[in-house]
């Protein structure tokens, strides 16, 4: 089955630099990945996704570099504001054991943005 | 703009209750996913529908069943409830599934607090 993890589950960044959120999936057919932005008591929104055909995709003030040999993807966040703060999941799609097309989350990881 | 909309937002059952989640996605988009997030814990797929037909299934227990009705909202049910099946449930949806021509971008809604005495 597919399992997804982060590397770190608490990111700290002062306000104005880079944040590089990491995570690692197992399904090497996954073939589609999505970053998620979750604050607290809300839905998680979408950020930023990525097909596996694809090794880099950038959005505004965010990046997602992907590396399918190793099996792992990053989120990279220019200039953090305080804003960002939140816990950001990844989530890997691909086939089951069933055969059938799932997404699946691996556990978040918390940024914290100091001023 | 009209976001997706759940309701209620807060239920609170006895263990062995029925419960039924609403969700109705945003205007003309034409997919729906449900998820389930513990306390603390990653959302879960639970399953989704495209165009009224269930095109993905995750972690859904049997004891679980959801539809897509024709003006493409939906109903996730839930029978039998057990204290575990206390946790956020959020729907998304989004034009196009998972992924395809559409924008695969999921719009969240606010999630149903569910809690089993």
């Known amino acids: 089955g597919e399992s997804v993890g982060l590397h770190l589950p608490t990111l700290s960044v002062q306000e104005g630099d880079n944040s590089i959120i990491n995570c690692a999936y197992s399904?090497?057919?996954?073939?589609?990945f999505i970053w998620y932005k979750q604050e607290s008591g809300k839905g998680p929104q979408f950020i930023i996704d990525?097909?596996?055909?694809?090794d880099k995709r950038q959005g505004q003030r965010v990046t997602v570099l992907l590396n399918k040999t190793v099996k792992h993807l990053s989120l990279q966040i220019a200039a953090t504001q305080p804003g960002d703060s939140a816990v950001y999941f990844c989530?890997?799609?691909?086939?089951?054991?069933?055969?059938?097309?799932?997404?699946?989350f691996g556990s978040g990881t918390r940024l914290q943005v100091q001023p | 703009a009209a976001g997706v909309i759940q309701s209620p937002r807060h239920l609170i059952k006895e263990k062995r209750e029925t419960a039924t989640l609403k969700c109705y996605p945003i205007p003309r988009h034409d997919t729906v996913y449900w998820y389930q997030q513990g306390p603390g814990q990653d959302p879960q797929f639970l399953i989704s529908?495209?165009?009224?037909?269930?095109?993905d299934k995750g972690s859904i227990p049997d004891r679980f069943s959801a539809q897509q009705f024709s003006d493409y909202h939906s109903e996730l049910n839930m029978s039998s409830l057990e204290l575990g099946d206390s946790a956020l449930y959020f729907c998304?949806?989004?034009?196009?599934?998972?992924?395809?021509?559409?924008?695969?971008?999921?719009?969240f809604g606010p999630g149903t607090r569910l809690t089993v005495t």
């Open positions: 399904n090497s057919a996954s073939d589609y």
């Open positions: 989530a890997a799609l691909g086939e089951t054991d069933t055969g059938r097309r799932a997404l699946t």
């Open positions: 529908f495209y165009e009224k037909m269930q095109s």
């Open positions: 998304a949806s989004s034009l196009g599934g998972f992924p395809s021509g559409g924008t695969n971008e999921q719009y």
């Open positions: 990525i097909r596996s055909n694809m």
